[in-house]
Structure formats: C-alpha cells, structure tokens
C-alpha cells in the first residue's frame, strides 16, 4: 500500500480537562464547524464526557475516543473502564500508552502491550503513544526508546492490528510549547515506520498511520504535515480550542489522495 492511501488523522486529546457544559459546547462548536475535511477526525474525551458528546457528534463524521482502558472485559477492578464499556459508551478510538499515564501511573510497555491486545480484541482503534523524554534525547537515547517501545507492540497477529495507529509524542515537547521540528519529528517518524516493518513487514509499515504529538498548533501544523512520514497530529492544548483546533484539522500541505 502506498503512502497515499494513509488517510490523514487528526485526534484531539481533551485530557482531564472540560464539565459536560463545556464537552458539549466544543462538541457542537467542532460539529459545526468542520466543514468538509479531508482528513479523519476524532475527539479522546474524558469517561464522564463520551455519553454527552456522543449524542452531540451524532450524525457527524468526527469520531470518539477515550483516553485510556482497562485490559479485563469486566470484574472487580475499582475506577477501571473495559474496552467493551467503550465501545458500548459510542467509542471508536482509545489512546493507549500516553506519556502522562506512563509517567504518573507507572504504565509499562507490558501494561501498554495487555492494554492494545483488550482494545484490538474488542474491535476499538488503539492510538498507541511512544516518545523519549528529554534527558533521553539529551543522552542520545532517542532511538533506544522507540525501539523498546515498538518492542513492545511485537508479535501479534498483523490482521487483527490493521487498525493501529501509533502516536509519536516526545515527551519533552508535550504542553511545553516546544515542538519537535518538523525535521526531528520525520525522523523519529521513519525510525518507527522502519522499527515496525522490522516485525510485521514492510506493506504493513507503509499502511500504518503514524501521528505526531506535542505543542501541535494552527501555527506550526502545516509544516509538519508536509513531512512524508507524518499522517496527522494528536493534539492536546489547541484541540480544547475550536478555531484552533478546526485550523489544525483544515491543515495546508502536499495533496495526499485517497482513504485507508
Ligand atoms: P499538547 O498538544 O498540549 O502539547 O499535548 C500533546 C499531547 O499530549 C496529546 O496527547
């Protein structure tokens, strides 16, 4: 499959940010707004949210996610959420493996690894978060990092993965206003496409739709979109702003023709 067939994902990550008011508020604002896009647009919303805006997003192409999942079906697991509870709620994607669950919960690559298996298994679209933090980039572990990471998605059946989409998110630019250059971004980028067809091939690789994290905004989306090995952005800050965050989804770059 060629390059072009990766259609595009935007994906907003509200984070444990908005009351229903507000979910609801940018939901219609987004809902309305969107206009004709070509590229594929998700919200990842908190768990007290998805009930509201999905009803808010019906009959809208953008599509809802969750933050996070449990690797049961279901059981005593107090505060936990199951991907079947997701994917009954109205949820589509779910974000697994983000930088700020691995950090301040201790979330493993094996959690990250149980975690994708519930999701693919219960038919929900996992946006897999890899990235370095800073004093990683600054002792030249960069590349290390991704390999463990990608490691960890190893060894599963390709077909049951055809919905992954794996988000890189260098952790140093996340919510800090510094982005990866578009340079340093289509770098990791392609160490990552290369590390995945290492294990599933390269046809599979070149399907993959690989997102970039980290201080996306309307001003530097474009820029990044023209590099051959991004196929969308997840966004976090912008994404809690309509104007911005529809700027981000209507980005300028080289036509890229066709859907996956
Ligand atoms: P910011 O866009 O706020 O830097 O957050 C990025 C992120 O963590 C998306 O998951």
Redesign the pocket.
């Known amino acids: 499959m060629s390059a072009n067939l990766r259609r595009p994902l935007i ?1 907003g ?1 509200w ?1 444990m940010n908005l009351d229903l008011r507000q979910s609801v508020e940018l939901a219609r604002a987004l809902k309305d707004g969107l206009g004709q896009a070509g590229a594929e647009v998700a919200v ?1 919303v908190p768990f007290t949210s998805i009930a509201v805006v999905g009803e808010v997003l019906k009959g809208s192409p953008i599509r809802l996610g969750a933050q996070d999942l449990h690797w049961e079906k279901e059981g005593a697991y107090t505060g936990e959420v199951s991907a079947g509870q997701l994917l009954d709620a109205g949820c589509r994607y779910v ?1 697994i493996g ?3 669950r691995r950090r301040y919960f201790h979330e493993s690559d094996e959690v990250v690894r149980k975690k994708l298996k519930a999701a693919l298994a219960a038919g929900l679209w996992p946006i897999v ?1 890899v990235g370095e933090t800073l004093e990683e980039r600054e002792r030249q572990q960069t590349f290390n990092v991704l390999k463990r990471q990608v490691e960890a998605l190893a060894g599963l059946a390709p077909a049951e993965l055809s919905s992954l989409v794996i ?1 890189y ?1 260098p952790v140093w ?5 510094k ?1 990866a250059t578009p340079e340093q971004a289509q770098e990791a980028h392609l160490f990552i496409r290369n590390a995945v067809a290492g294990h599933y091939g390269k046809d599979f690789a070149q399907a993959l739709r690989l997102l970039y ?5 309307a001003e530097n989306i474009d820029s990044l979109m023209a590099q051959p090995d991004l196929d969308g952005a ?6 809690l702003k309509p104007v911005s965050f529809l700027r981000i989804i209507h980005f300028q770059a080289p036509a890229r023709s066709g859907a996956r």
């Open positions: 994906a990550n984070k990842c974000i983000h930088s700020e978060c988000a998110e630019a996340i919510g800090t206003g982005t994290g980290g201080s996306v905004k997840l966004v976090g800050g912008e994404s």
